[in-house]
């Protein structure tokens, strides 16, 4: 079994505020504080209240959003080399 610690108060702050507002995961932001993953799950359930979870919401499509335009940065380079390639510039 582990061992039990108290968690100031700001630190909980601080990393559900890096969650939510910054988009860092989880476990980053976890690791970063030096706590387990499950401890902030915990924090964030207890914080949603049952409403819908939704900061976990959030966080999730910031990430989802992310990915979305690191595909679009790639498309739109690949597009501009084959319009060099190709001679076709509108």
Same mark, same amino acid.
């Given at each position: 079994?582990?061992?039990?610690?108290?968690?100031?108060?700001?630190?909980?702050?601080?990393?559900?505020?890096?969650?939510?507002?910054?988009?860092?995961? /989880?476990?980053?932001?976890?690791?970063?504080?030096?706590?387990?993953?499950?401890? /902030?799950?915990?924090?964030?359930?207890?914080?949603?209240?049952?409403?819908?979870?939704?900061?976990?919401?959030? /966080?999730?499509?910031?990430?989802?959003?992310?990915?979305?335009?690191?595909?679009?940065?790639?498309?739109?380079?690949?597009?501009?080399?084959?319009?060099?390639?190709?001679?076709?510039?509108?």
């Amino acid at each position: 079994m582990g061992t039990f610690k108290v968690i100031p108060k700001e630190i909980k702050e601080q990393v559900l505020s890096r969650i939510k507002n910054d988009g860092i995961s /989880v476990a980053q932001a976890a690791r970063d504080a030096g706590i387990s993953d499950n401890t /902030v799950y915990g924090w964030i359930a207890k914080t949603a209240n049952g409403t819908n979870n939704d900061a976990l919401e959030n /966080v999730r499509l910031k990430r989802e959003l992310a990915g979305v335009y690191e595909v679009l940065g790639k498309l739109t380079a690949e597009l501009s080399i084959y319009k060099k390639k190709n001679g076709h510039w509108s």
